[in-house]
């Protein structure tokens, strides 16, 4: 099962907490409230069936009395009915008959035996009450029953109001805690955030200071971290542009010098001129490589976008490196994307290359074009790149093991690197997938415009 | 042993080898270019410093001009501001230096291209000749005269007026503004121009452009930062109207 997230434990707990503590005081109140209710009530119906009792017996004394009307007599409000036992016999008014029943023969003994009690009872599915006062006449019980529904349903009410005020609580338990652990963890999302922004390349990206000194801390912490990497990142870049910088120059008396003795190549005897094209190939190889370096070194910087006809591009570069119409592949609605021109020809041409060297030269360039999105596939015919390696490749120098397999280690082993960092550059990405019918797809995609 | 010109490429237009002056601080770079260009066809002139390169022109004008911007007392910059007020020659810089403000900065000087270390001679070779190249004329015998408002041009002539006035344009400038007369108002992408202006079939730089409009819009337009006739059409390129 996937693990809770912190915020989510954090206001499980708030709501878990208050649901406990709003149960626990809602019970407290309702127990006591409701024990309070009914023993006040009980009193004064006990109260009441005493003085009914008085009134009862006085009436008893006359000659040959009329008991239903003397039970008629009494003032009883509406709840409490009385009932006489008399010498085994029940006596009640015409409207309460059939109560007698729920009156138990406990208490019926009881009274009987002269010992006044009380005791709770079921009329009809309803909760009563009955109290039982013995008059002094032998075997004479004044009963009175009274039902307790209306308390019930105050007590009902009362649950109610209590259940709603508890989950009230507990919903403020809650939402406190979605609140606390949003404040809590809101430097942690703005931290987030940043570090999101520096892995996609956005390296100027920092945290937000806090007014709160104890989470301001965090927020300090982590800007000066990421202002260390970035220092010792800028120094790295300095060092990579200063020493290519400082070997462009060399570089150009060797490449004008090896020029020189090119061009006098079939004039000299073999062993030199096969020493000469060696010298020619590598410092064509090692221009490139400075040059590579050169611009990986501030690769990192923005694209300067500009309105660009990819299309145009792509078709000059693809018809340059010997493609035909027919293997370059136009889709998409033609709109102008806005990259940055020399980061987008340099990705082709990278990718051309690596086609040329690993997979035996591109067979497709397909281009598609959109308001959002600019698409760009090359394909070759090699032997593809296996899934484990395809992050791999785009690391610098990354010539060794992956794409030595791949079948040469010529070139300068910065240029996937380059296509990658250009990529990103754009917010885009690089990824490589199979070629339908063999082969490895190398598909770069791009936001046609900054942040869509 | 001194390699010698082999000028069977021969550059220079009406059978004369072109003169290229190489003004570069670095012997081992100025004299490896110097026999590399020689191979290439060129009589080469190399020397170390601005102020000896800016001699050597007003004694003996050369054609083509290489420029190093890192230069012992004058530098690069200046150098190539004043081979300018000399005249229209086409310099091309040859530098180390690759970021946007030393290249703007050339060109704003005057420049009219810009190549960085280590540049592949067989480039080099192509950017000079491209920059070499006669203005392309719009054909036809007679002289024409194309008017664009108060812009009048004659291509055959290399002329171009405001108005009653003379315009001096360098080479590069005056190719510039005929290929965008030659269409007549339609739009020319930045690709286009450095295709047909400057020879970079792909790859060149979009600041060559940019740079160079601005300086033919400061010499062709009466309000340079409102232009009435070379106008900016946002993510084409650009075109020229009446």
């Given at each position: ?6 915020r ?8 878990l ?6 149960t ?9 409230t409701r ?5 006040e009530?009980e009193r004064?119906l006990v109260?009441?069936?005493y ?8 009436g ?5 009395p ?16 009385p009932?006489l ?10 409207a ?26 079921d009329l ?6 009955v ?5 002094d006449?032998?075997?004479?019980g ?7 529904a209306?308390l019930e ?15 009230g609580?507990?919903l403020a338990?809650a939402?406190?805690g979605?609140?606390?652990?949003r ?7 703005g931290?987030a955030?940043?570090?999101d ?7 100027s990206?920092r945290v937000a ?8 801390r965090?927020a300090?912490a ?7 990497v ?13 020493v ?5 120059s ?21 062993r030199?001129?096969?020493a000469v094209?060696?010298?020619t ?8 490589l400075?040059?590579d370096?050169?611009?990986?070194s ?7 976008r500009?309105?660009?006809?990819v ?6 570069i ?6 035909t ?6 889709t998409g ?7 940055d021109q020399?980061?987008f020809e340099?990705?082709l041409?990278?990718l051309l ?20 999105l600019v698409?760009?596939?090359v394909?070759?015919?090699g032997p ?8 791999l ?6 010539r060794?093991?992956?794409a030595?397999?791949r ?9 996937l690197?380059?296509?990658k960092?250009?990529?990103?550059a754009?917010?885009?990405s690089v990824q490589?997938a199979?070629?339908p019918g ?10 046609a415009?900054?942040g869509? | 042993?001194?390699v010698?010109s082999?000028?069977r490429?021969a550059p ?6 072109a003169?290229?002056l190489?003004?570069?601080d670095?012997d ?11 191979d290439?066809?060129y009589?080469?002139?190399d ?5 000896e390169?800016?001699?050597d022109?007003a ?7 290489l420029?190093d ?5 004058m530098?690069?910059?200046?150098c190539?501001r004043s ?5 229209d020659?086409?310099?091309v810089v040859v530098s180390a ?5 030393d290249?703007v900065?050339a060109?704003?000087?005057g420049?009219d291209?810009y ?5 592949a001679v067989k480039e ?6 491209a ?6 004329g ?14 009048e041009?004659?291509?055959e ?10 315009v ?6 005056f190719r510039?503004?005929c ?11 930045r690709?286009q121009l450095l ?23 400061r010499?062709?337009?009466r ?5 009435k006739h070379?106008?900016?059409v946002r ?8």
């Amino acid at each position: 099962m996937k693990r809770l997230g912190l915020r989510a434990r954090v206001t499980a707990v708030f709501a878990l907490g208050a649901l406990a503590l709003s149960t626990a005081l809602s019970s407290v109140a309702y127990q006591i409230t409701r024990q309070n209710l009914l023993t006040e009530r009980e009193r004064t119906l006990v109260r009441s069936a005493y003085f009914d009792a008085v009134i009862v017996r006085e009436g008893l004394r006359a000659e040959n009395p009329a008991i239903s009307e003397v039970l008629r007599g009494l003032d009883t409000g509406e709840t409490r009915r009385p009932v006489l036992r008399r010498e085994g016999q029940w006596f009640s008014r015409s409207a309460d008959t059939g109560i007698t029943d729920s009156i138990p023969v406990a208490l019926q003994r009881l009274v009987s035996e002269g010992t006044p009690g009380t005791q709770r009872v079921d009329l009809d599915g309803e909760p009563a009450f009955v109290v039982g006062v013995p008059l002094d006449e032998v075997d004479t019980g004044f009963y009175e029953v009274t039902t307790l529904a209306e308390l019930e349903r105050t007590f009902n009410v009362l649950a109610t109001v209590l259940g709603v005020a508890a989950l009230g609580t507990t919903l403020a338990g809650a939402a406190l805690g979605v609140y606390a652990s949003r404040r809590v963890l809101e430097p942690l999302t703005g931290v987030a955030r940043a570090a999101d922004e520096i892995a996609t390349g956005d390296i100027s990206a920092r945290v937000a200071r806090d007014t709160d000194p104890d989470l301001d801390r965090l927020a300090v912490a982590f800007n000066s971290m990421v202002d260390a990497v970035q220092a010792k990142a800028d120094a790295d870049r300095r060092f990579a542009g200063d020493v290519s910088h400082e070997l462009r120059s060399p570089l150009q008396t060797l490449s004008a010098a090896t020029s020189v003795l090119a061009r006098r190549r079939d004039s000299l005897e073999p062993r030199t001129a096969a020493a000469v094209d060696l010298l020619t190939e590598e410092v064509t190889r090692f221009e490139q490589l400075v040059s590579d370096l050169l611009v990986l070194s501030r690769s990192d910087l923005p694209a300067e976008r500009r309105p660009t006809d990819v299309v145009g591009l792509v078709r000059g570069i693809a018809r340059q490196r010997g493609l035909t119409e027919e293997q370059i592949e136009v889709t998409g609605d033609g709109s102008r994307p806005e990259v940055d021109q020399r980061r987008f020809e340099q990705i082709l041409v990278n990718l051309l290359d690596n086609a040329d060297r690993h997979g035996g030269g591109a067979v497709r360039v397909g281009i598609c074009t959109d308001p959002v999105l600019v698409r760009l596939e090359v394909d070759d015919e090699g032997p593809g790149v296996p899934p484990d390696e395809r992050e791999l490749v785009f690391d610098r120098f990354a010539r060794g093991r992956a794409a030595s397999a791949r079948g040469g280690t010529d070139g300068t082993g910065l240029g996937l690197a380059l296509v990658k960092q250009h990529a990103l550059a754009h917010r885009g990405s690089v990824q490589i997938a199979d070629r339908p019918g063999g082969g490895a797809r190398f598909v770069v995609e791009l936001p046609a415009r900054e942040g869509s | 042993m001194r390699v010698l010109s082999q000028a069977r490429t021969a550059p220079g237009h009406h059978g004369r080898v072109a003169r290229l002056l190489i003004v570069e601080d670095d012997d081992r770079i100025r004299l490896s270019l110097k026999m590399a260009l020689e191979d290439e066809g060129y009589t080469v002139k190399d020397v170390p410093t601005a102020e000896e390169g800016l001699a050597d022109h007003a004694a003996n004008p050369a054609d083509l001009v290489l420029v190093d911007l890192m230069l012992p007392g004058m530098d690069g910059f200046d150098c190539i501001r004043s081979l300018r007020k000399l005249g229209d020659v086409p310099i091309v810089v040859v530098s180390a230096r690759d970021d946007t403000h030393d290249v703007v900065a050339a060109l704003e000087a005057g420049a009219d291209d810009y190549v960085v270390k280590p540049v592949a001679v067989k480039e080099l070779s192509a950017r000079l000749r491209a920059l070499k190249r006669r203005a392309r004329g719009s054909g036809g015998d007679a002289p024409k005269t194309l008017r664009f408002g108060e812009i009048e041009l004659r291509p055959e002539a290399g002329e171009v007026q405001l108005g009653e006035d003379p315009v001096h344009l360098t080479r590069t400038e005056f190719r510039l503004l005929c290929e965008l007369a030659d269409q007549q108002g339609r739009v020319l992408s930045r690709q286009q121009l450095l295709d047909r202006v400057w020879g970079y079939e792909v790859f060149g730089d979009d600041r060559l452009v940019d740079v160079h409009v601005g300086r033919l819009r400061r010499k062709i337009e009466r309000d340079p930062a409102n232009p009435k006739h070379l106008l900016t059409v946002r993510g084409l390129g650009y075109k020229l109207q009446a």
